[in-house]
């Protein structure tokens, strides 16, 4: 049958009526299989035009319209029928947050994770997708659908396979476009999923090789790339984030004997590129989880990895030449997002991951960052810290040029920065009452922080007139 010249062109109360007579058929063929393959084909195809914009499509967005849909989803025997169905329902649940919770109550989530088991990336796709939709605002049974109907290894499988594919590919051949786009949706469906079913990790274990394979699989993009977390690499980082990486298999493949820094050195360089690439408010969304993930890589570590870790993020004598935070290097782009206002979750990231980069000690933690990032961290986190050597400097160890944590150099505690590097004010000399008035207002400062009991500090000021350093200055001054 020859389609109209209107074929999914109709507007306003014309589209609505189209939209009305298409889904009746569509209705009715389930009860009368009147309708050929083709002309079947056909409605679906129309029926996904009009769906594009739910405006006078609202009988595809109604109970008795995404019951219609998903019986020829997924009771179907034409595969071609099917994805049809299937794409409107994608496109429909997408648009309409209400239509989640319709479909869910539909019963056919389970139907949904046992197509999922079908070994090819067109149903895996659309399955994926639409299950990763329906996760959203609705009291779909994931546990159920993950002990019932195999939804964790269905995944597993799915990245078992990509993996394979990625792994044995030549670089110069030529991608699938659906194999990527199927690659994705499962991606962002392993992470909602574990998220959602924390007392089901163990069943995602078997996927960890396989996120790790395919996100060691891709050149990584170019210096100028403005979007280095695009897919796979943004959806592969957050995959793992829920993942229990301390076991063996999951140490075995994120630090492998033959290179055990392979995995964590491409997470920095990924980090590299994103943290410049990125703005606010891509920052947060984008960026954060880089950081978390790259953290729980630490944590799980082995000393030498460790190690690694920390000379590619630790300050080095180039961002010691000025305050921390200020160089232009990995170090100091993340400083400089440390206090974000724009971006506070990737903020706490950063600060959490250079205290665990730091052993969790608040004095190598001062050292690494300044206290004048410290501070705000250990006082929100009610960590106690004693900076005895604070108001004297100190001496730190930084990276050298030959790599090796030896170089040492007295810096100013508060910034990080090397004292000999600090400008000299061109202030002029305070007279004795401006010395007399600032003394007072640190008295006053230093009496506040004893009182908080975070911080254990002996008032230098009150340490000075006990030791005879602190002269009054006579009345006639």
Same mark, same amino acid.
């Given at each position: 049958?020859?389609?109209?010249?209107?074929?999914?062109?109709?507007?306003?109360?014309?589209?609505?009526?189209?939209?009305?007579?298409?889904?009746?058929?569509?209705?009715?063929?389930?009860?009368?299989?009147?309708?050929?393959? %083709?002309?079947?084909?056909?409605?679906? @195809?129309?029926?996904?035009?009009?769906?594009?914009?739910?405006?006078?499509?609202?009988?595809?967005?109604?109970?008795?319209?995404?019951?219609?849909?998903?019986?020829?989803?997924?009771?179907?025997?034409?595969?071609?029928?099917?994805?049809?169905?299937?794409?409107?329902?994608?496109?429909?649940?997408?648009?309409?947050?209400?239509?989640?919770?319709?479909?869910?109550?539909?019963?056919?989530?389970?139907?949904?994770?046992?197509?999922?088991?079908?070994?090819?990336?067109?149903?895996?796709?659309?399955?994926?997708?639409?299950?990763?939709?329906?996760?959203?605002?609705?009291?779909?049974?994931?546990?159920?659908?993950?002990?019932?109907?195999?939804?964790?290894?269905?995944?597993?499988?799915?990245?078992?396979?990509?993996?394979?594919?990625?792994?044995?590919?030549?670089?110069?051949?030529?991608?699938?476009?659906?194999?990527?786009?199927?690659?994705?949706?499962?991606?962002?469906?392993?992470?909602?999923?574990?998220?959602?079913?924390?007392?089901?990790?163990?069943?995602?274990?078997?996927?960890?090789?396989?996120?790790?394979?395919?996100?060691?699989?891709?050149?990584?993009?170019?210096?100028?790339?403005?979007?280095?977390?695009?897919?796979?690499?943004?959806?592969?980082?957050?995959?793992?984030?829920?993942?229990?990486?301390?076991?063996?298999?999951?140490?075995?493949?994120?630090?492998?004997?033959?290179?055990?820094?392979?995995?964590?050195?491409?997470?920095?360089?990924?980090?590299?590129?994103?943290?410049?690439?990125?703005?606010?408010?891509?920052?947060?969304?984008?960026?954060?989880?880089?950081?978390?993930?790259?953290?729980?890589?630490?944590?799980?570590?082995?000393?030498?990895?460790?190690?690694?870790?920390?000379?590619?993020?630790?300050?080095?004598?180039?961002?010691?030449?000025?305050?921390?935070?200020?160089?232009?290097?990995?170090?100091?782009?993340?400083?400089?997002?440390?206090?974000?206002? @724009?971006?506070?979750?990737?903020?706490?990231?950063?600060?959490?991951?250079?205290?665990?980069?730091?052993?969790?000690?608040?004095?190598?933690?001062?050292?690494?960052?300044?206290?004048?990032?410290?501070?705000?961290?250990?006082? %929100?986190?009610?960590?106690?810290?004693?900076?005895? @050597?604070?108001?004297?400097?100190?001496?730190?160890?930084?990276?050298?040029?030959?790599?090796?944590?030896?170089?040492?150099?007295?810096?100013?505690?508060?910034?990080?920065?090397?004292?000999?590097?600090?400008?000299?004010?061109?202030?002029?000399?305070?007279?004795?009452?401006?010395?007399?008035?600032?003394?007072?207002?640190?008295?006053?400062?230093?009496?506040?922080?004893?009182?908080?009991?975070?911080?254990?500090?002996?008032?230098?000021?009150?340490?000075?007139?006990?030791?005879?350093?602190?002269?009054?200055?006579?009345?006639?001054?």
């Amino acid at each position: 049958m020859a389609q109209s010249v209107s074929f999914g062109r109709l507007t306003g109360s014309a589209k609505l009526n189209a939209v009305k007579q298409l889904l009746g058929s569509l209705t009715d063929d389930l009860e009368t299989g009147s309708l050929t393959p %083709q002309r079947r084909e056909s409605i679906l @195809e129309e029926l996904k035009i009009y769906g594009r914009d739910p405006n006078y499509a609202d009988p595809i967005f109604t109970k008795e319209g995404i019951e219609t849909l998903v019986k020829h989803a997924f009771d179907s025997s034409s595969v071609n029928t099917s994805r049809g169905a299937l794409r409107i329902l994608c496109n429909a649940l997408l648009l309409k947050p209400e239509t989640r919770q319709r479909f869910v109550d539909t019963g056919y989530a389970a139907k949904a994770s046992e197509k999922l088991k079908n070994d090819n990336s067109d149903d895996e796709f659309l399955v994926s997708r639409l299950l990763l939709i329906s996760t959203y605002n609705t009291n779909i049974d994931l546990p159920k659908l993950i002990t019932q109907h195999g939804l964790a290894d269905s995944i597993v499988n799915h990245l078992a396979r990509h993996a394979k594919r990625l792994s044995s590919t030549s670089k110069t051949t030529a991608a699938n476009p659906m194999d990527q786009m199927a690659l994705e949706e499962t991606l962002k469906l392993t992470f909602n999923v574990s998220q959602f079913c924390p007392n089901h990790l163990a069943s995602f274990e078997a996927a960890i090789p396989h996120i790790i394979t395919i996100l060691c699989s891709f050149d990584l993009p170019s210096p100028q790339s403005r979007t280095p977390l695009g897919p796979p690499f943004g959806p592969a980082v957050n995959a793992v984030l829920n993942l229990d990486l301390s076991t063996p298999t999951a140490k075995e493949y994120l630090y492998p004997a033959a290179s055990p820094s392979s995995f964590s050195d491409r997470l920095i360089k990924l980090l590299s590129l994103s943290i410049k690439a990125y703005k606010n408010p891509d920052l947060e969304q984008i960026v954060t989880p880089l950081v978390c993930a790259l953290s729980l890589v630490y944590e799980h570590a082995p000393a030498s990895v460790k190690q690694s870790i920390q000379s590619a993020l630790l300050p080095t004598e180039k961002d010691r030449e000025d305050a921390l935070g200020k160089a232009d290097t990995l170090h100091g782009h993340l400083l400089q997002n440390w206090s974000n206002p @724009e971006a506070p979750e990737l903020g706490k990231a950063i600060a959490h991951l250079y205290f665990d980069l730091s052993d969790k000690d608040p004095h190598k933690f001062v050292k690494n960052v300044g206290y004048g990032y410290a501070s705000g961290f250990l006082f %929100q986190n009610n960590i106690s810290f004693t900076p005895e @050597e604070m108001s004297k400097g100190g001496e730190t160890e930084v990276e050298g040029e030959d790599g090796v944590r030896e170089i040492r150099r007295p810096v100013n505690p508060i910034t990080g920065q090397f004292l000999d590097t600090e400008r000299v004010s061109e202030l002029p000399e305070m007279t004795d009452e401006e010395k007399e008035r600032e003394a007072e207002r640190l008295f006053v400062l230093f009496e506040r922080l004893k009182q908080t009991g975070i911080i254990d500090v002996q008032n230098p000021v009150e340490q000075a007139m006990r030791e005879g350093r602190f002269e009054e200055l006579p009345d006639d001054k």
